[in-house]
């Protein structure tokens, strides 16, 4: 009963993608991105001889939290050809080129059949699954021909299916899987609970893949013009709540510049705050040689990919989402030793509790909150030198999760 309600949701699931598709750009993509999607597997994969690794990731998140795996796999076992999915749009369509692997291609909608096409195309001798995927026919498919399955970073919470009474196929499921490695000691016991004993506390690999990105230093030739000589607030991931709050703080604060990188990326959106405001704007995709980045004051990053490497330009962080859903990536910022502000919906992140806990981080509900937390680290270099050692420390400290991974994975 469980596996057929599963598999219904999941045909009601794909039923509702492709209605939505002719409206909706995000669901146009899902869909396209899946025409023909075994032929263009077949023909990729021709003649290959060599073992295959696929990695799956829900969207960009779990693929940059997965990444610093694949290129260490990519290079203690060059024998194996890698093989990347995606879920998502919103990873396939920005990761679509990545170098380190031999072949990226989105999942296809998990029913039984497709699961047993794909696989048996596939045919991987390991197959790693990153944070939160748990797709039970490809799953089931994967271990019924032998595959070695691991789960990577992995956070589990008691409202999941797998510790709930109706959940046993579930369980079955996860019981299948060689190793599971997950973030926190709260994850291990939970799946100790239901008898599963292949468990390795290994931390977050997000640590090591921001540890990497500070290491690298890339440069963006046109937004160091933007910062240079001046103090910076670098506001990722914004959604209108945030913005409505950073539009007044703009304003008032003349003497900081300012960089919008929103998280949904909407033209009009940009442009109607750009015509609010009194400050002079660019947007990064209308730039030119001739742009007067000098002068500018406010630059909006309206386009995908480039945050991570924006953050090291940064004095002052803001991280957007938490008057939605939840807040989003807070450990870009800390790495490059930025302070952060967030909204309330913040407690289901260990890392921006912990940044709290450590004054590396401030959590606000109020514009008026926004602007003492902002105004108090302008004036006091003490304290804003002191929550920066704090926020990079922080994020030092979480290194290794990808070595430990290794040690089993390779």
Same mark, same amino acid.
């Given at each position: 009963m469980q596996k057929l309600m599963y598999n219904l949701g999941i045909y009601i699931y794909g039923i509702l993608l @492709? =209605?939505?598709s002719v409206f909706n750009k995000k669901a146009e993509l899902w869909v396209s991105g899946r025409k023909n999607l075994y032929a263009r597997l077949s023909d990729a994969l021709k003649g290959n001889q060599s073992p295959i690794i696929w990695f799956h990731a829900a969207s960009l998140g779990e693929f940059e939290q997965g990444r610093p795996v694949i290129e260490a796999f990519r290079a203690a076992r060059p024998e194996y050809k890698i093989l990347v999915t995606f879920f998502s749009p919103s990873g396939y369509e920005i990761r679509k080129n990545y170098k380190g692997a031999?072949? +990226?291609f989105y999942m296809p909608l998990d029913t039984p059949s497709n699961a047993r096409r794909f696989v048996d195309i596939v045919k991987p001798k390991k197959a790693v699954f990153i944070k939160y995927e748990f797709w039970l026919n490809h799953l089931i498919r994967l271990q019924q021909i032998g595959c070695e399955l691991f789960e990577i970073s992995a956070i589990f919470r008691p409202s999941q299916q797998f510790f709930k009474p109706y959940g046993e196929q579930f369980r079955t499921v996860l019981r299948g899987f060689r190793h599971i490695f997950v973030q926190n000691e709260e994850s !291990?016991? =939970?799946l100790t609970s239901i008898n599963l &004993? @292949?468990?390795?506390?290994t931390g977050d690999t997000r640590f090591d893949r921001v540890l990497d990105t500070v290491?690298? @230093?890339q440069s963006i030739e046109v937004v160091e013009r933007f910062a240079k000589g001046h103090r910076v607030l670098v506001a990722g991931s914004t959604w209108t709540p945030? &913005? &409505?709050l950073l539009a007044r703080l703009i304003e008032e604060h003349r003497d900081v510049k300012f960089i919008i990188a929103p998280h949904e990326i909407h033209q009009d959106r940009i442009d109607a705050f +750009?015509? !609010?405001?009194t400050r002079k704007s660019l947007k990064y995709t209308t730039l030119t040689a001739e742009s007067d980045l000098e002068n500018a004051e406010v630059l909006f990053i309206d386009t995908i990919g480039i945050l991570s490497k924006v953050y090291r330009y940064g004095t002052f962080s803001y991280i957007g989402g938490g008057f939605g859903v939840g807040i989003h990536n807070t450990l870009e910022a800390a790495g490059f030793g930025l302070p952060l502000a967030f909204g309330p919906k913040y407690k289901k992140f260990a890392e921006a509790c912990d940044l709290i806990s450590l004054k590396a981080a401030h959590s606000i509900n109020s514009y008026d909150e926004l602007n003492n937390w902002f105004t108090q680290l302008k004036e006091n270099g003490s304290m804003l030198d002191s929550a920066s050692k704090a926020a990079a420390a922080y994020v030092e400290t979480g290194r290794g999760a990808t070595e430990r991974i290794m040690k089993q994975l390779a």
């Open positions: @492709n =209605l939505a031999d072949w +990226i !291990k016991t =939970l &004993e @292949n468990v390795t506390v290491a690298q @230093n945030d &913005e &409505e +750009i015509s !609010k405001s």
